[in-house]
């Protein structure tokens, strides 16, 4: 298979050798990723200014963009005409659990190939300091890539979450995202110029515990696999309250 690889921490990220070495045993993989750090770029894509491409040798480009530009500009064929079966967005240095998604960088890129047409995945060590133990991620997704493959849909990308541990066997959950609420502290102070520096500290992260979720699966020691859904989705309950506020045209005059 001809895989498109890239991530959010950059092109030198040892998670993104750890799976680019994985993949290559059978598989022809292109990297095409961000020059530098890109965590936190949500789905942002450069309308408004130009991005470069740069080679490094035939199978590795940084791009001066975001994660889901990397996937966007390769996925136009520009690329050596480098057509890939499937996208996948790793190994992240961090988990990117339920509401991460909204946020994250690496999910976005899997998303950005599935409104392409081609299917996306996005993998993700849970460990935020060392060690990652990249290897658990990297050869459960080399083994199960073909699968991903021929289960694509153009409704959904998978996340994959992998706990950072040292264990010769993981087993797997099908699972949800769940809801996270982090509980931040922000300090600030003023510059001379009269600008408030404002930093951010995340004290912890709170999340629900069902036993379907992403979180569950990862702190019971399993790869949590996630089909998440690429479209947004309405509330349809608020939706039916709403039609009911708005059955009525709008009184007044005309204003235009």
């Known amino acids: 298979m001809k895989i498109l690889l890239t991530n959010d921490d950059g092109i030198d ?8 070495e994985s993949l290559s045993r059978k598989h ?3 990297v095409v990723a961000p020059e530098g750090e890109r965590s936190g770029f949500s789905h942002a894509l450069s309308f408004r200014k130009n991005v470069i491409i740069r080679k490094i040798d035939k199978n590795h ?3 001066s963009g975001t994660p889901a530009d990397c996937v966007h500009r390769a996925l136009h064929r520009i690329i050596d005409g480098f057509v890939p079966d499937i996208v996948v967005s790793g190994i992240n240095l961090g ?9 994250s960088g690496t999910a976005a890129a899997a998303r950005q190939a599935v409104m392409m047409g081609v299917p996306g995945v996005a993998v993700s060590a849970t460990a935020f300091f060392e060690p990652f133990y990249f290897e658990n991620a ?13 289960n694509q849909s153009p409704d959904h990308f998978i996340n994959i979450n992998v706990p950072s541990i040292c264990a010769e066997k993981l087993n797997v959950m099908v699972t949800k995202p769940s809801k996270r609420l982090y509980n931040e502290k922000l300090s600030h102070h003023a510059e001379p110029d009269g600008s408030l520096d404002v930093s951010l500290n995340i004290i912890n992260v709170l999340h629900d ?11 019971n020691n399993m790869i949590s696999v996630s ?5 947004p989705f309405s509330d349809e309950k608020a939706r039916l309250i709403y039609k009911e506020v708005f059955k009525k045209e709008s009184a007044g005059e005309k204003n235009c």
């Open 95 to 103: 988990p990117n659990l339920g509401t991460d998604i909204i946020y």
């Open 138 to 150: 990297a050869i459960f997704v080399a083994d199960n890539i073909t699968s991903f493959f021929e």
């Open 13 to 20: 990220s040892p998670g993104l050798k750890a799976i680019e």
């Open 61 to 63: 480009y940084t791009c």
């Open 209 to 219: 515990n069902r036993n379907d979720t992403d979180s569950y699966a990862v702190e």
């Open 28 to 30: 022809d993989v292109v």
């Open 227 to 231: 089909p998440v859904y690429v479209q």
